[in-house]
């Protein structure tokens, strides 16, 4: 993978991140703002990179093997990245709810909102769907080992479940019955498709820089920084460069391996806040250990993917 696009790419993340601080700084951004251009990015923007993906693409037999083989991939490597952040908080010291915490903080990356627009971004259209498919194993793991890990002493149920069926994946059975059946969709649907892919990574930016201002703001948050610091540390080096190992190990293509490279090194996974606030009822350690690890992605994300290269 050449460094340089990797670079480039990081380096018009920041730029857009930059404008939407410059935004946030200067004007009132509610909730409601944040929570529309949210479901715009979620709801229309990835799903139209993944039908974007599927219209752009063949669907050969080789394609639906790496599908299956970057959906088992994303389901192993993100339980091992919890239990790598688990055995690590507990060599940090942290103990019961405090290790669980960190290991879905550690553990678990942003591969949606940053790993789908980023990998549309530097690999095209087929980068886009294997990037969603890696990103909906990852909802399996979330509403399932996650909430399990996080929950004291309630029982689980299948009912939470349900979260997996939302739009992104809805989209990649739609898209994938479509190419199966070979429906080739009018040209304007096409068009429709890959003109709302392009907005998925400026708005993601933009929402991203639209959050720092507040959190710069608000002087009341008390968390401690050890467990940001072994967190963000966790997330950001050392579980990727662990993982980036262990592909070495496995006889895959290069581009399922270079895609996995990005999305094992995404900064920590935004539900994570909410998920977190709802099982353990501390929002404040999620908050802060996401925006710092988004933050230090930018330039961890460039240096990973170097040391991914030279193994």
């Known amino acids: 993978m050449d460094i340089t696009v990797i670079l480039t790419s990081i380096s018009l993340m920041a730029i857009i991140i930059l404008i939407g601080v410059l935004i946030g700084s200067r004007l009132a951004v509610t909730t409601e703002a944040k929570q529309l251009l949210m479901t715009i990015i979620v709801n229309v923007a990835v799903p139209a990179i993944i039908f974007n993906g599927i219209f752009n693409t063949e669907i050969t037999n080789e394609l639906l093997a790496d599908m299956l083989t970057i959906f088992l991939l994303s389901v192993s490597l993100n339980t091992i990245g919890i239990l790598l952040g688990w055995g690590a908080a507990y060599l940090f010291g942290f103990r019961s709810l405090e290790a669980k915490k960190l290991a879905v903080l550690a553990g678990i990356g942003n591969t949606g909102f940053i790993g789908i627009p980023l990998c549309a971004q530097i690999f095209g259209p087929v980068g886009g769907l294997l990037a969603a498919i890696f990103d909906s194993a990852l909802d399996v793991v979330t509403f399932s080992l996650v909430i399990m890990l996080l929950q004291q002493g309630r ?96 006889t895959i293509s290069d581009l399922l391996k270079q895609i996995t490279y990005i999305q094992v090194a995404m900064p920590t996974f935004m539900l994570a806040t909410v998920l977190i606030a709802r099982y353990t009822n501390d929002e404040e350690s999620a908050v802060v250990t996401t925006v710092y690890s988004t933050l230090l992605s930018l330039v961890s994300i460039p240096v990973v993917i170097y040391i991914a290269n030279l193994l």
């Open 155 to 250: 029982v689980f149920s299948f009912r939470q479940l349900k979260a997996l069926v939302n739009i992104p994946f809805i989209a990649i059975t739609i898209g994938l019955t479509m190419a199966m059946i070979n429906y080739q969709p009018p040209a304007v649907v096409k068009d429709l498709a890959g003109f709302l892919a392009n907005l998925a990574a400026p708005l993601a930016m933009i929402y991203i820089g639209l959050l720092i201002p507040g959190f710069l703001r608000n002087k009341q948050r008390k968390v401690a920084a050890r467990f940001v610091t072994a967190s963000v540390t966790m997330k950001l080096v050392v579980i990727p460069l662990v993982l980036i190992a262990l592909l070495q190990t496995l």
